[in-house]
């Protein structure tokens, strides 16, 4: 199993980021893919997750019209555009896999099914 993540950096308020999430060793159909994130302090939090089987998505009530979460099955990976960035949302940020999303959330992520995580840093 593998996840693989690419596209952070540090970019100033009111930025755009497109984070990329490349999987491997498991199928889209049995996981829901996201993304978490965590900043210095602080617990770890989903961002944003989706079903690929059928295109429900879930988003932390602060990412709500700035993110966006895709997947492209053919490729095995999914992207979190995010725009309008701000200095809260300073985190590392990791791929991960869940057994289900709902109305209510992202389920709890499956133990060893993320991946080592990219740094997105934005400035005042």
């Known amino acids: 199993v593998q996840l693989v993540e690419s596209g952070g950096g540090s970019v100033q308020a009111g930025g755009s980021l497109r984070l990329t999430c490349v999987v491997s060793g498991f199928s889209f159909d049995d996981y829901v893919i996201g993304w978490l994130r965590q900043a210095p302090g602080k617990e770890r939090e989903w961002v944003s997750c989706?079903?690929?089987?059928?295109?429900?998505?879930h988003y932390k009530d602060s990412v709500k019209g700035r993110f966006t979460i895709s997947s492209d099955r053919a490729k095995s990976t999914v992207y979190l555009q995010m725009t309008n960035l701000k200095h809260e949302d300073t985190a590392k940020y990791y791929c991960?896999?869940?057994?289900?999303?709902?109305?209510?959330?992202?389920?709890?992520?499956?133990?060893?099914?993320w991946g080592q995580g990219t740094q997105v840093t934005v400035s005042a």
């Open positions: 991960a896999a869940s057994f289900f999303v709902n109305e209510h959330g992202c389920g709890p992520p499956r133990s060893g099914y």
């Open positions: 989706i079903s690929d089987t059928d295109g429900f998505t």
